[in-house]
Structures are given as C-alpha cells and as structure tokens.
C-alpha cells in the first residue's frame, strides 16, 4: 500500500506493509526536512528506496531517523545543494552521496564535529569514505585520509585535462588548460584549508605539508593565489579566512589586492582584513617599543 504525505513545500511517499515503511519518492522543492520516525500511527519508518532523492538540488538539509535501516542505490544522489545530513548506521547501495558536490557535514550518532566535516570532504571530492567506514572512523582513517590528500596535492595540475577535453567540457570553459589547472589547485587548498580547520587525528607531518601547500598558493605567491580564492569564492567566513591569518597567508604584501578582489557580496571579507590589517599595524606599534 502507498501513502502520500504532503507538505508545503512537496510530499513524500511510502510504500507501506504491515508496521514498516519505505520512503519511495520525494517530491517537491524541500530546503530542509525532518523525515518521521512514524510515517503515520504504528508504521515506521525503516528504509530510504532507490533513488528517493535523487537530483533534489533544493534540499540544503536532511535529518534521517534513527529507525532506518538501509538506503537504496543513488538514495541521496544529484542532491547538489545538500549541506548537513544527519542519518544512522546502515545497509547502503552504491552511489548513495553521488553528485553530492555541496556536503559539509554528515553526522552520524556520536561523531564528533571533526569528523563530520571530514567525512563530508571526503565524500565530496571523492577520498575514503564508505559508510563501512564510519564505526572506524579512528586514528587509522585519518592516516589514510590525509595520505589521500597528501597524494592529490603532487598530482600534476592537469592531471584529468585532457579528458574534460574528450568529454566535451570545452563547451562550459574547461578547454582553457590554464583555467583548469587553477580550478584543481583551488580544490587543493580547500582540502588543506578544510583538514587545518578540523585537525582531530592530524599528524604534524601531514599538518605540515597542508601548511606548507596554502602557504605557497597564497595571495601574491608565484605559484597562484588559489588559498585566497578557496576562501574567497567557497568558504567566505571568519573560520576559514582564519586559516590563512593563523599560518601567515595574509600580510602587508597582498591585503590590498585581496581587498581589490572582493565584490559587495564579500562584506564580512572585507571587514576581517581591514581588522586584520589593524592588528597588523598595533603589533608593529607596540614591538618598536622599548621596555
């Protein structure tokens, strides 16, 4: 038996037998939803069906009971605006966060912050995340996680080029080999800024080599400016610019042109380097001084 459930802003519907339910389909323009526990009086909610979600790109949050026990294929797939996703344990098919672009957060029942950013980013940019993993989620994950990252930063910038090519991408502005060349040293440094911003389980050495890569594509670097721009254009707030003032990207060489490039859009941006710049400037003051 099927039962639609609608809302405001869509429905969602179960196929329902005996005293449990499966959420089949989706349907609507949902921006944040809170699936039941009890989809009505004595059925619950206990799987998610294949392909439920699939391509809802306006849904930026979801919250999954603890009751369900298993995700179809592709259940979450093409939800590209998808930002924070709270769900249990479970059985899931294949390519249940594909095309999930927008994760930052997956959290599942006692995992700390850290690792739900870091499982997001792993999902995100395609490194080691299964949900196999998540009872794992330990010292060992994150060696491997940061190995990832570590093997991705010395990849040749345009490594994948020519098959953007092949693809057809020339067609949305990939052909220009330079463009896409900082495009993959922009997804870099936010994987560097992002590992900095969570550090549970970093290693020094790996700490290091994150530092070392934001800190050589910083504003006015002869290598490209793309921590600026990963902060810039992907996370424009005081945590991540925080990042780059904490480990020196951030100075008196490239204020302004960091300034310069920022749009009216940008206004907490410009508000933290004219604080940065002040700070700068009462350090100098008060280290000429002498006790």
């Known amino acids: 038996m099927d039962k639609e459930t609608e809302y405001p802003e869509g429905s969602l519907v179960y196929s329902i037998k005996e005293n449990e339910a499966v959420l089949s389909t989706c349907k609507g323009r949902f921006t944040s939803l809170v699936l039941p526990e009890y989809p009505e009086e004595g059925v619950r909610l206990t799987a998610i069906g294949k392909k439920a979600f699939l391509g809802k790109k306006t849904l930026r949050k979801l919250s999954v009971p603890s009751s369900v026990k298993s995700i179809g294929d592709f259940g979450f797939a093409h939800c590209s605006n998808l930002k924070e996703l709270e769900m249990p344990l479970c059985e899931a098919g294949d390519g249940i966060f594909t095309g999930c672009t927008s994760l930052e957060k997956v959290s599942f029942p006692g995992m700390s912050e850290d690792k739900a950013a870091l499982f997001a980013l792993s999902v995100r940019f395609s490194g080691p995340a299964r949900l196999s993993?998540?009872?794992?989620?330990?010292?060992?994950?994150?060696?491997?996680?940061?190995?990832?990252?570590?093997?991705?930063?010395?990849?040749?910038?345009?490594?994948?080029?020519?098959?953007?090519?092949?693809?057809?991408?020339?067609?949305?502005?990939?052909?220009?080999?330079?463009?896409?060349?900082?495009?993959?040293?922009?997804?870099?440094?936010?994987?560097?800024?992002?590992?900095?911003?969570?550090?549970?389980?970093?290693?020094?050495?790996y700490e290091k080599t994150f530092i070392d890569y934001i800190r050589s594509h910083k504003q006015?670097?002869?290598?490209?400016?793309?921590?600026?721009?990963?902060?810039?254009?992907?996370?424009?707030?005081?945590?991540?610019?925080?990042?780059?003032?904490?480990?020196?990207?951030?100075?008196?060489?490239?204020?302004?042109?960091?300034?310069?490039?920022?749009?009216?859009?940008?206004?907490?941006?410009?508000?933290?380097?004219?604080?940065?710049?002040?700070?700068?400037?009462?350090?100098?003051?008060?280290?000429?001084?002498?006790?």
């Open 220 to 291: 006015g670097s002869e290598n490209g400016n793309e921590s600026w721009l990963a902060v810039r254009d992907n996370y424009p707030d005081k945590a991540h610019f925080g990042i780059l003032e904490k480990y020196g990207c951030v100075d008196d060489d490239n204020r302004k042109a960091m300034m310069k490039s920022l749009g009216d859009d940008k206004q907490e941006l410009k508000s933290l380097l004219m604080k940065n710049a002040g700070n700068e400037a009462f350090d100098r003051f008060f280290s000429g001084l002498e006790i």
């Open 133 to 205: 993993d998540v009872e794992e989620l330990d010292e060992e994950w994150f060696v491997r996680f940061d190995a990832w990252i570590a093997s991705f930063l010395l990849q040749p910038d345009d490594e994948g080029f020519t098959n953007q090519i092949l693809c057809g991408e020339e067609e949305v502005g990939l052909s220009d080999r330079d463009a896409y060349m900082s495009g993959q040293r922009v997804i870099k440094a936010s994987l560097c800024i992002q590992r900095l911003l969570h550090p549970e389980g970093l290693t020094p050495a």
